[in-house]
């Protein structure tokens, strides 16, 4: 049994064009057992917190406009709480419109576990991290009860959905924005672009990444930083083996010209990692599926992609995805953090032709999407809308039950044509191989239009790291986002979907020549603008698998 019961979340007005507290779920009237449209009802739970002796549990109600929460109590199997017993501030008291309410036995230390204003409540009532049964009383009739199991530490038991999610942990919609002119290019063709882009900057850089080890980046924020400009960087703070070295020397040297730096991580991580690879430049944001490293964005080694957009709409929606990754106590500043590095080898010095331009571009619509809030069902709805081909494009497949490879394999049944091409660095290329003779097996066995490859660099590039999917000719998939459950699910990554023959058709170029085991012929250029007028590569030829590393 929890000594203490704290609630604690945001109190928001349910008006016209409100949104739901950050790290909320939007309620829905009706959507669980007991509710009661007319009442309140309980919306979230915080029974284990990850803190000494669980201080800082919470519970959070949603209320409807007039409603008098004096009337009502909490209770359990042991203890019944009125509501009306809140010391000499009487019952919480919602919005005039209806919302949310917060309730604490500590209200000031709730409040710095979060960004709200919780009300106190008697201390009588406990949650029990081993499961529980909590009920919201109006005399003796239940207006709404929530029973849920274990309790994960550090995570919200979210009673609309059913589900455990870290506290804080954000809920983003889909942002959407109309007819716009973007910026499309690739690397390792345009490996100064990023840097140009960095460079222009008058007012502000937010800048976020999964690693930051660049100096010549470091060199362009500094720049930015001494001529006036706004400059925050956020990055993760545990990568996959480690902080390397160079990348704990870029942190210290923009940390200790002032620029705030904050590292993702901690106990009360809400992601296991901050893999997100974007930058928000005063009007514009970059979104790339490459690391701030030489061999990413410095065009080094890395196959990737890049989209650089002035939608107003993407920009507002990647500074408030940026505030809020970065202002909740998992954003921990550099010079708190106590990291440890890793020696690692030379960074990458690679030089590679410059097949493909940077290319301004039409788009019709970009959807701006997020992990673990909304990207999944968005990729899916895709995938399953697609009627004549999808061209895959990553460094690996997660598993062949991962939901993204089942849509795939459903679009190829309808007889939509396939083709995946993997990475065949020496890290990846045992189980790309394997998953490859597995896809063929079932192309064959299943006469689906589905055809897989390992990727032959042949001198453009090193190694695939873009990740990225194109769906009809018309619609292409940007981002961070690997193809495994854990990126979908578990990590902050950033993805753009943008439609338009235009932007699909540029990627669309890069990605048959790619695919083509010629490796350095390109596409000429009346070929490619074809494409990117909307024309369809009639030719392709037979693939061989190499492997590189």
Request: net charge negative; glycine share 10%; proline share 6%.
């Amino acid at each position: 049994m929890l000594p203490v019961l704290i609630a604690a979340v945001l109190v928001a007005s349910l008006g016209a064009g409100a949104a739901a507290p950050v790290g909320s779920q939007p309620v829905v009237p009706g959507s669980h057992p007991g509710s009661v449209d007319s009442q309140p009802r309980i919306v979230e739970l915080y029974p284990n917190p990850a803190a000494h002796g669980d201080d800082g549990e919470f519970v959070r109600l949603w209320v409807p406009p007039e409603a008098d929460l004096g009337a009502y109590a909490l209770a359990d199997d042991r203890v019944r709480v009125p509501l009306a017993t809140n010391g000499s501030e009487g019952p919480p008291q919602p919005p005039p419109g209806g919302g949310y309410v917060t309730l604490s036995t500590q209200p000031n230390l709730t409040a710095t576990l979060t960004d709200s204003r919780p009300s106190g409540i008697d201390d009588r009532l406990q949650l029990a991290n081993g499961g529980d049964q909590l009920r919201l009383l109006r005399g003796g009739t239940v207006a709404d009860e929530v029973t849920y199991d274990r309790a994960p530490e550090g995570e919200v038991y979210n009673a609309t959905t059913g589900r455990w999610q870290p506290l804080a942990a954000t809920n983003r919609p889909v942002v959407t924005a109309g007819n716009a002119t973007v910026e499309a290019f690739v690397l390792p063709d345009e490996p100064d672009r990023t840097l140009e882009v960095l460079q222009s900057a008058e007012r502000r850089i937010l800048l976020a990444g999964y690693t930051l080890s660049s100096q010549r980046v470091v060199d362009a924020l500094l720049a930015a930083k001494r001529r006036g400009v706004s400059v925050e960087v956020l990055v993760e703070g545990s990568p996959v083996g480690g902080l390397s070295e160079r990348a704990a020397a870029a942190l210290d040297e923009l940390a200790a010209a002032g620029i705030p730096v904050r590292v993702s991580g901690g106990e009360r991580a809400r992601y296991r990692y901050h893999h997100a690879k974007y930058a928000v430049v005063d009007g514009r944001a970059l979104v790339t599926t490459e690391n701030w490293k030489p061999s990413g964005v410095g065009g080094r080694s890395s196959r990737g992609w890049a989209v650089l957009t002035p939608q107003d709409r993407i920009v507002s929606g990647l500074v408030e995805t940026f505030r809020a990754d970065a202002g909740w106590v998992d954003a921990i500043p550099w010079t708190e953090y106590e990291s440890r590095t890793v020696v690692e080898d030379e960074p990458a010095s690679g030089e590679y032709p410059s097949s493909f331009d940077a290319r301004s571009v039409p788009v019709e619509r970009t959807r701006l999407l997020v992990t673990p809030d909304n990207a999944e069902g968005e990729l899916i709805g895709l995938l399953d809308g697609a009627e004549e081909s999808i061209a895959i494009k990553q460094v690996r497949i997660g598993s062949r039950d991962f939901r993204l490879l089942e849509a795939t394999l459903d679009a190829a049944e309808r007889g939509v044509e396939v083709r995946i091409l993997l990475s065949s660095a020496w890290y990846v290329r045992d189980e790309n191989e394997q998953l490859a003779a597995w896809l063929r097996e079932q192309a064959e066995t299943g006469d689906l239009p589905l055809s897989v490859r390992l990727a032959d660099p042949d001198g453009d590039f090193q190694k695939i790291h873009a990740k990225g999917v194109i769906v009809d000719g018309e619609t292409v998939a940007v981002g961070s986002a690997n193809w495994n459950a854990n990126s979908l699910q578990e990590n902050r990554e950033v993805v753009l979907m943008l439609e338009g023959e235009a932007i699909a058709g540029y990627f669309e170029a890069v990605f048959d020549a790619d695919w083509d085991d010629r490796g350095g012929q390109r596409l000429p250029l009346g070929l490619a603008l074809a494409v990117l007028a909307g024309a369809v590569l009639a030719v392709l030829v037979a693939a061989r698998l190499t492997f590189e590393g």
